[in-house]
């Protein structure tokens, strides 16, 4: 029984203490604080300028893109070799899957 009332004294004790005191100011370096300087950080370049690689990746893809639009047009429909297209002939409508 005696057990309860301190418990109550000390968790009151604690949140009190808590409640009234105030943090520590800032400093002007810290950069939580309003009154902290600007970063000094330049501004970004104005353009980007592509390297090997990206140039390279976009070749590859110019020609997937260029295989997939031939296949689009004159790959078979279903897969199956009646549907495959013919050498000598033109290309067909393209069918709609709807």
Request: net charge negative.
């Given at each position: 029984?005696?057990?309860?009332p301190i418990i109550l004294l000390?968790?009151?004790?604690?949140?009190?203490?808590?409640?009234?005191?105030?943090?520590?100011?800032?400093?002007?370096?810290?950069?939580?604080?309003?009154?902290?300087?600007?970063?000094?950080?330049?501004?970004?370049?104005?353009?980007?300028?592509?390297?090997?690689?990206?140039?390279?990746?976009?070749?590859?893809?110019?020609?997937?893109?260029?295989?997939?639009?031939?296949?689009?047009?004159?790959?078979?429909?279903?897969?199956?070799?009646?549907?495959?297209p013919k050498s000598d002939s033109?290309?067909?409508?393209?069918?709609?899957h709807h």
């Amino acid at each position: 029984m005696i057990r309860l009332p301190i418990i109550l004294l000390a968790t009151t004790a604690l949140l009190t203490a808590c409640a009234a005191t105030r943090p520590a100011p800032l400093a002007t370096a810290n950069p939580a604080s309003p009154d902290a300087p600007e970063g000094a950080h330049g501004p970004r370049p104005a353009s980007l300028h592509t390297d090997e690689t990206t140039r390279k990746s976009a070749t590859l893809l110019s020609a997937a893109r260029k295989a997939q639009s031939y296949w689009d047009d004159y790959g078979p429909v279903s897969g199956t070799p009646e549907d495959a297209p013919k050498s000598d002939s033109t290309p067909e409508m393209k069918h709609d899957h709807h």
